[in-house]
């Protein structure tokens, strides 16, 4: 049977378990080299009618879904894989009562799933930005107002030193086309120095708006230079319409789909949109649906989320 191209397709193609099971595994040990999450050992023998293996090394058995977000669900891998491939393909993103018509699981569940995909989407890279010589653009957003009203709030959030929560504060470098976004519990100098320092590589350009926040940027050894929204957006190379795109991209997520959203669980929803949009088609990289299901499940290995984090009051 062929690999699954529309979403009907997909949920007939996972619905037959071997299928699923099959899939998962070649996603998750994709040169066919079964090891033992535990121990690393390669020597084990597959117990087929529970699907699982038995390995030589510490004598303990393991599933697929050992060490990924998909460990300890009593949902079956056939929903899990139409779960994935629905997050990963449907452009504005889908909401849990879409998942649970779809497979046929509560919405509750399905909002459960959403979740935890969602985390595993986030990027795990800890190569730098700025390496490949490109530009960085750095700005915030303010979750809640249209992309049309957004300058005049923060122009009026400048002058009346009032910031408005909840924010995401970006960066795209603009060499690879790679956003990181993350919610931040303010937009005060230090917290965006912060994430700046960690994620720009050191002498790369920046490139801002003029808030006050990133004045201390040259003195990081960033060459830094800002546009002025109060009376111009573009000057030459400096400039943040990437990133204004990639707001742009990120509300219209969040207002067609998602009819409230909790700042805690915002971030999740912000991390698929990275993926998404650092994953999309582009002339040098023509990534296909299938393309982008992979990439999420080979980012699924190692990340657990549990129902507990979820429901936490805002740890993150
Ligand atoms: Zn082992």
Known sequence: MKKPVTLQQAIVYFADATRAFDYAKFLRWPDGKVTCPRCGSEKNSFVKTRSLWFCNGCKKQFTVKVGTIFEDSPIGLDKWMTAVWMI??????????????????????????????????????????????????????????TPKNMHARKRSMIRNQHIPKPSVFGLLDRETREVRAKVVHDVKRDTLMNVILDQVAPRSKIYTDAYKAYETLPQHQYIHEAVNHLDEYVRGEVHTQGLENFWSLLKRGLKGTYVAVEPFHLDRYVAEQVFRFNNRATKDNPLTDEDRFVLAMTQAAGRRLTYADLMGRGAD
């Not at 909401?95 to 909002?111: D, F, M, N």
Request: proline share 2%; charged share 20%.
């Open 88 to 145: 990963c393909n449907c452009k504005n993103g889908i909401s849990s009562y879409e998942l649970h018509r779809a497979i046929g699981v509560t919405q509750k569940t399905a909002w459960f799933m959403l979740h935890r995909v969602r985390e595993a989407m986030r990027s795990g890279s800890f190569m730098r930005l700025g390496q490949e010589g490109g530009p960085v653009e750095a700005d915030e957003a303010f979750i809640g107002g």
